[in-house]
């Protein structure tokens, strides 16, 4: 690193002073901390934790304050860039946050396009401890370094590039120091756009979209805070395994949740489904069938109302009721405000008779006569009250209603599909799958509009059924969403094989596609071995061109697994061991016979809470269900019984879809271990 040594001290002092600056600036703000801390108290428990989180990171040595430097135009001001603003005492910034405007060129100025920038510093650090810095000229003619140079004509930078490789411990961190340039472009897009970011595995998808949200609160603080940031993901062991990113980047503001946590208040899920069923469930149809169904509710008045008052008794004939329900109805609300309306609407009407007989009444007296037993019973015999789940099991158990709603949408074997062949005595003994969840969520909608959050970002989203996308699009249809995926990825029945239905059952048909390409996970062998199965499970997709410099060690044998398992106390960096679902109580035997320490990821889910600080991630070694391998990654993997992963899916595709995603977790080296032979979709290996 050729940093002169006085400077690398200006530095080391600079550094120092940005330390005690921001010491000063907590202890401020922890000054106001004590003012506030009465309104949120009892915020809820996962934010307190966070903050906590924030707090030591905060106060944590060991995370560099910044990590690059800009020098701007003719005067040559500089700017460090960190996570975060720190100031002097005079307010003059000493430290700008990376998500700053000035920011910007730090990661996307090339010789090409300098824009304004006449150098780029990025700084080497060990522990916290700043060891050294990189120069790189953007305009001068100096700039032909020597060294390799990028193809942007871009300078070698052994920074960035020991920062790529850089071993895996824990849960996932930011890459705030060295965002690519492809990738800041969808960091910083408008917070109106709704994207689509498709990536092959280990391009950033996942990294990307916490950056973004991390963006986005900071440029629209007030707005997103008060209408709130949400990252969705498949399940919660993949929510542990990223929850530390956002905080370390500063931002306690957004929450975490599965699909099955955010409709899980409608009822627990107690049951699952064949995969045919739930596919139907999920279909975009069922939505139509859901509406017709709440709405046949409404039945066309044939009675007067008699409203009695005093000695008068006031009336609303049947023909003027119908009328009411008629411009309702016109009006597309929901269905609970369209019954309050009625009850209005009636009352109205009365109201307007006594004002003829010369009494002048005001707003207060038409909220009395909605209120009246004769209006409200009037109206909830035209226009009844409707429950998310006794409407579903009413649909789910009698195939006469079910016929009525779902005529001309589905087709009658799909109807006999749906009905429960023992249907459960009442609503409230049913056991409700994450399919019918997410049902009983769109009829809570029909009946009473979902609050929109200002953004979602939604992680692996080609695995999404129909119904699922549209539970999440409700919860912005004011706000925008960052979609993220990779339809090669897609191993659930219903999932989407075209980014532009994503964005129509989403709501969102503007949205619009970005594709990532440069792998910063996988090693070049490792691609390549996973790759040969992309034109059976994904044809039009291309595999991601590897940025790693190390190529990987990729070792498939058939020896027996206990004597792989041999090496694995040695390996530097996090171990995962992938296999079948359902061979983890035996390898877990394996494991404990031969005295490894190990975690299991997805164990204990159920009695985990957000504040739970314990990772499964901490371990060294992880034993991983195929099943939850999705969106991880590892510094070594061992994929135990190739085969049983392929056979354990529904169908073959699924299975080698399911297989890709875990051949793409490694970092460093991957070993194929296996018994029976190779799903022929691999082509020709010779195993060891
Ligand atoms: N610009 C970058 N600099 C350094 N590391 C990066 C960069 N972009 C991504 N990475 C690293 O690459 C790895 C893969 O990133 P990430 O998990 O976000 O990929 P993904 O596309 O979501 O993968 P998958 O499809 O498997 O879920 C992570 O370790 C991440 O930190």
């Known amino acids: 690193m050729p940093a002169d040594v006085s400077e690398l001290a200006q530095e080391r002092e600079f550094l120092a002073e940005a330390r005690r600056q921001l010491g000063r600036m907590r202890d401020r703000v922890a000054a106001l901390d004590g003012r506030y801390a009465g309104d949120r108290v009892s915020a809820e428990v996962l934010e307190a934790a966070l903050a906590r989180r924030m707090e030591q990171l905060t106060d944590d040595p060991e995370i560099p304050l910044f990590f690059g430097r800009i020098t701007v135009g003719e005067d040559a001001e500089t700017f460090h860039i960190g996570r975060r603003h720190v100031s002097d005492p005079d307010g003059e910034p000493m430290v700008v946050d990376w ?272 209120r009246t037993k004769p209006v409200r019973d009037y109206a909830a015999a035209v226009w009844p009250a409707v429950e998310p789940r006794r409407l579903l099991f009413r649909l789910l158990s009698d195939p006469t209603f079910l016929a009525e709603c779902a005529d001309g949408i589905l087709s009658e074997a799909e109807q006999r599909l749906l009905t429960w062949e023992r249907p459960p005595r009442a609503a409230g003994s049913a056991r409700w799958t994450t399919a019918d969840l997410v049902l009983l969520d769109e009829l809570a909608d029909l009946l009473d509009r979902t609050e929109s959050l200002a953004h979602i970002v939604v992680d692996e989203a080609q695995d999404l059924s129909a119904m699922m996308l549209r539970a999440l699009g409700r919860r912005a249809a004011t706000g925008s969403l960052t979609v993220l995926g990779d339809l090669a990825q897609a191993t659930t029945p219903w999932a989407s094989s075209d980014w532009s239905d994503v964005l129509a059952h989403l709501a969102k048909p503007d949205g619009h596609v970005e594709q990532l390409t440069a792998g910063f996970r996988v090693p070049a062998d490792v691609i390549d071995l996973a790759a040969r199965l992309l034109p059976s499970i994904a044809p039009g997709l291309e595999p991601p061109t590897a940025v790693r410099r190390a190529r990987g060690r990729l070792t498939i044998t058939t020896a027996p697994l206990d004597d792989v398992l041999v090496g694995v106390p040695a390996l530097e960096g996090s171990v995962g061991l992938i296999v079948p679902d359902a061979a983890v109580p035996h390898v877990r035997g394996s494991l404990t016979a031969v005295g490894l320490t190990f975690a299991v990821v997805g164990e204990r889910d159920d009695e985990r809470d957000a504040a739970d600080d314990t990772s499964e991630f901490d371990a060294h070694l992880d034993l991983v269900p195929a099943s939850l391998a999705k969106g991880l990654e590892f510094d070594h993997v061992v994929l135990h019984d190739p085969a049983g992963i392929v056979a354990a899916e529904p169908n073959h595709a699924t299975g080698l879809r399911r297989l890709y995603v875990c051949l793409t977790r490694a970092v460093t080296s991957l070993v194929v271990r296996h018994a029976d032979d190779l799903p022929p979709e691999l082509g020709r290996v010779t195993s060891a």
């Open 99 to 370: 998500r700053a405007p000035v920011s910007t060129p730090f990661y996307r100025a090339t010789p090409k396009e300098p824009m304004g920038i006449t150098d780029r510093r990025r700084y080497g650090f060990a522990r916290g401890h700043l060891t050294g810095f990189e120069d790189e000229p953007l305009t001068r003619a100096d700039r032909t370094a020597d060294g390799p140079a990028d193809l942007d004509g871009t300078p070698h930078s052994e920074i960035l590039e020991a920062e790529i490789e850089r071993p895996r411990t824990g849960p996932m961190r930011d890459i705030v120091a060295t965002i690519q340039p492809e990738q800041d472009v969808i960091v910083r897009m408008p917070l109106e756009r709704t994207l689509v970011v498709q990536g092959a595995p280990g391009t950033g998808k996942t990294a990307v979209g916490l950056h973004r949200a991390a963006y986005l609160l900071y440029a629209h603080r007030e707005q997103l805070t008060r209408r709130g940031v949400l990252v969705v993901g498949p399940n919660k062991s993949f929510l542990r395994y990223i929850r530390d990113v956002l905080p370390a980047l500063g931002e306690i503001h957004a929450t975490q949740a599965t699909i099955e946590e955010l409709v899980g208040n409608h009822a627990p899920v107690r049951a699952t489904e064949p995969a045919g069923l739930g596919t139907l469930k999920g279909d975009g149809r069922m939505a139509a069938v859901l509406r017709r169904a709440v709405w046949s509710h409404v039945a066309t008045p044939e009675d007067t109302l008699v409203l009695p008052r005093g000695s008068f008794r006031w009336r609303v004939p049947a023909y003027e009721a119908r009328e009411a329900i008629e411009q309702i109805r016109a009006r597309d609300v929901r269905y609970a405000l369209g019954a309050a309306q009625l009850r209005h609407a009636l009352a109205h009407r009365v109201l307007v008779q006594i004002e003829e007989t010369g009494d002048a009444l005001d707003d207060r007296a038409w909220d009395v006569l909605a």
